[in-house]
């Protein structure tokens, strides 16, 4: 994880409240993934840049996600209007894209 | 698309005992098979993990193997360790899509 750092650590929320996840990757890579962590669904890839720019983001489960890599040091992952089944933990990554992903240590979401 | 099985979701041996973690995979066309390790409030970390072209492959006290046949992937850490206690995540994919497995806890007990 030393090449990620992700905010907040720990959010909660209440329902309808707008939550933006926060992803710095320290080390050059040119990929970004954001995973999404649950007891029910195990590790899901939500979406993933290259370059800062969006290249699969089939595993966004609603128009309520979006996410954003403005530039190669910095990545946003929002969900409006959020709602309980949100509540994961979500994890920002990089990598080359053929190898070993850097997992940042999360974002704990409780929306309640 | 990719689906991954992995056994068994618990695993619990003695200190010094051997462990393996089995995956299974449906995809024939995946082709790279990591090995995560995920500790306590930390993200995954790769471990080890081998390409379609090699068999078997050995770092230390872990060790992977593949049967592409059979499209099913073993983990195995002898002379486990407390420190080996962790949740463990096998994937399958090719590229950048990786498809995991549910984890596996073990413990390993001192």
């Known amino acids: 994880d030393a090449g990620v750092i992700q905010s907040p650590r720990h959010e909660v929320t209440e329902m309808g409240q707008e939550v933006t996840l926060r992803c710095k990757p320290i080390?050059?890579?040119?990929?970004l993934f954001w995973y999404r962590q649950t007891m029910m669904r195990g590790l899901e890839l939500l979406i993933y840049?290259?370059?800062?720019?969006?290249?699969?983001d089939s595993g966004m489960p609603e128009d309520r996600f979006s996410a954003k890599m403005p530039n190669a040091s910095f990545s946003t992952l929002k969900i409006q209007p959020s709602e309980p089944r949100d509540s994961a933990v979500y994890f920002c990554?990089?990598?080359?894209?053929?190898?070993?992903?850097?997992f940042g240590e999360g974002s704990r979401l409780t929306v309640l | 698309g990719e689906n991954v099985e992995q056994h068994p979701s618990t695993l619990s041996v003695q200190e010094g005992d051997s462990a393996v973690i089995k995956c299974t995979y449906s995809?024939?066309?995946?082709?790279?098979f990591p090995w995560y390790k995920q500790e306590l409030g930390k993200g995954p970390q790769l471990i080890i993990d081998?390409?379609?072209?090699?068999g078997e492959k050995k770092d230390q006290r872990i060790a992977v193997t593949l049967n592409k046949t059979a499209k099913h992937f073993s983990l195995h850490i002898t002379e486990t360790q407390p420190e080996d206690s962790a949740v463990y995540f096998c994937?399958?994919?090719?590229?950048?899509?990786?498809?995991f497995g549910a984890g596996t806890i073990l413990r390993v007990k001192s």
């Open positions: 990554a990089i990598g080359q894209g053929t190898g070993e992903l850097f």
């Open positions: 080390s050059g890579h040119d990929y």
């Open positions: 840049f290259n370059n800062n720019v969006p290249i699969d």
């Open positions: 995809d024939s066309a995946s082709n790279y």
């Open positions: 081998i390409r379609s072209n090699v």
């Open positions: 994937a399958a994919g090719q590229g950048n899509k990786l498809v």
